[in-house]
């Protein structure tokens, strides 16, 4: 992406362009997850915590852990994810980019700002 941002800013009179956030995800999370309605427990943590010991401080901790446990007997989380969306079409699993980009509009001369 810097190739791309400083291609941009050698037109600009002033350099303006710069990457902001990024995120990465699947795309078929948005068929898995509408509204919110499930969760990806692959995404939680609860198997790195489980293992770490997390969860064996307490008594309401204990009872956590143990519940985490009975759910790791059954399947690791990834498996029980991919068993969920066995049925998802291939072009649901294509992983999906977002970049956010920061425009200095400062920067920008006059006839950069409205250039079209």
């Known amino acids: 992406?810097?190739?791309?941002?400083?291609?941009?800013?050698?037109s600009l009179d002033k350099p303006a362009l710069s990457a902001g956030a990024m995120q990465v995800y699947l795309l078929m999370t948005h068929d898995y997850r509408p509204g919110g309605a499930?969760?990806?427990e692959s995404t939680k943590g609860h198997l790195a915590a489980?293992?770490?010991?997390a969860f064996r401080r307490n008594?309401?901790?204990?009872?956590?852990?143990?519940?985490?446990?009975q759910?790791?007997?059954i399947g690791?989380?990834?498996e029980r994810f991919e068993k969920a969306v066995?049925?998802?079409a291939p072009k649901s699993r294509r992983q999906?980019?977002?970049?956010v980009w920061h425009i200095d509009l400062d920067q920008l001369s006059e006839a950069d700002q409205s250039a079209e």
């Open 1 to 10: 992406m810097k190739g791309h941002i400083d291609a941009i800013n050698r």
């Open 38 to 40: 499930h969760n990806q």
């Open 76 to 78: 690791l989380p990834h």
């Open 96 to 99: 999906r980019i977002e970049v």
């Open 86 to 88: 066995a049925d998802t």
């Open 71 to 73: 759910d790791l007997e």
């Open 50 to 53: 489980f293992f770490g010991g």
């Open 59 to 69: 008594a309401p901790s204990e009872k956590r852990y143990k519940g985490i446990k």
